[in-house]
């Protein structure tokens, strides 16, 4: 199987996407959807920016390289009873079955970054949006204070060493590695602009709870705790991650756990 398919399959990202709702209506809302837009949400998950998008009336599809999660976003369409919303199964970076210049907007929130291979990534959203349209991605940052860079910095040094060839999705986060990938696909530097932008992760738990949906359910954590329990360090694992969730938690109590993380907001004109 495809590793990167593999790794998203894993676990149940639904369970961390629940917790990202808020803030995929918020980001949705400053996106100036029109009705009959037709939008591309690449690395959908299970539809946190498709399904509001949806509700705004654009005409979404949904890629990601996760069956269960196309799965899970094509049930919860069904439930709101959205037909103008569907997902299916894609790679980010071989968009088979999509014509060119066919999107008014391609969005990508925190999900074509963790393709293999950025330069295709970049050339197939830029294939599929018409001119005059716009690709927008989130990504996260890399070595941000903030948590999700901070897991996935910790999650890394109880890993395994990457493959030979690895390319590091945080890439998508240093502005000069978008700038290139994007000259390459035949975007001008300065239709290419960049902000610094929060997400904000809220879980009706304590930090020490939503560790473990992390250490359960979410990929690159799984992996991270399966490495650390070889070594005997699962626990210096867990202890290390529920040490960042509480110093970051802005929760007004134990019980309930509210984080901000830092991305890089990239708007593309094509």
Not at 68 to 90: H, I, K, M, S, Y
Not at 117 to 131: D, G, I, L, N, S
Not at 137 to 151: H, K, R, S, Y
Request: with cysteine; aromatic share 8%.
């Amino acid at each position: 199987m495809n590793p990167n398919k593999a790794l998203w399959e894993k676990g149940d990202f639904t369970r961390i996407a629940a917790t990202m709702r808020q803030s995929g209506e918020a980001f949705v809302k400053s996106l100036e959807i029109t009705p009959d837009m037709r939008v591309l949400d690449l690395g959908c998950g299970d539809g946190t920016t498709a399904i509001p998008s949806a509700l705004l009336g654009a005409r979404v599809l949904g890629v990601d390289i996760a069956a269960n999660l196309v799965e899970a976003g094509n049930r919860r369409a069904q439930d709101l009873g959205l037909t103008n919303c569907r997902f299916q199964e894609g790679d980010a970076s071989q968009l088979d079955g999509l014509n060119d210049e066919s999107f008014d907007l391609v969005v990508t929130i925190f999900g074509a970054m963790f393709a293999p291979k950025p330069f295709e990534v970049a050339r197939e959203m830029k294939r599929v949006t018409r001119p005059g349209g716009r690709i927008v991605m989130g990504n996260w940052i890399p070595n941000d204070p903030t948590l999700v860079a901070q897991i996935l910095k910790i999650s890394s040094a109880y890993s395994p060493p990457p493959p030979e060839g690895f390319v590091s999705p945080m890439t998508w986060g240093v502005e000069r590695e978008v700038v290139e990938r994007f000259a390459v696909a035949g975007v001008a530097r300065s239709s290419i602009s960049f902000a610094q932008e929060q997400w904000v992760f809220d879980y009706p738990g304590s930090a020490a709870e939503f560790v473990s949906e992390f250490r359960n359910y979410y990929g690159p954590t799984m992996n991270a705790f399966a490495a650390a329990e070889k070594a005997g360090r699962d626990a210096e694992l867990e202890q290390e991650l529920i040490a960042l969730f509480e110093s970051q938690n802005q929760g007004a109590s134990p019980h309930h756990t509210t984080i901000p993380a830092t991305y890089l907001l990239v708007t593309v004109k094509i």
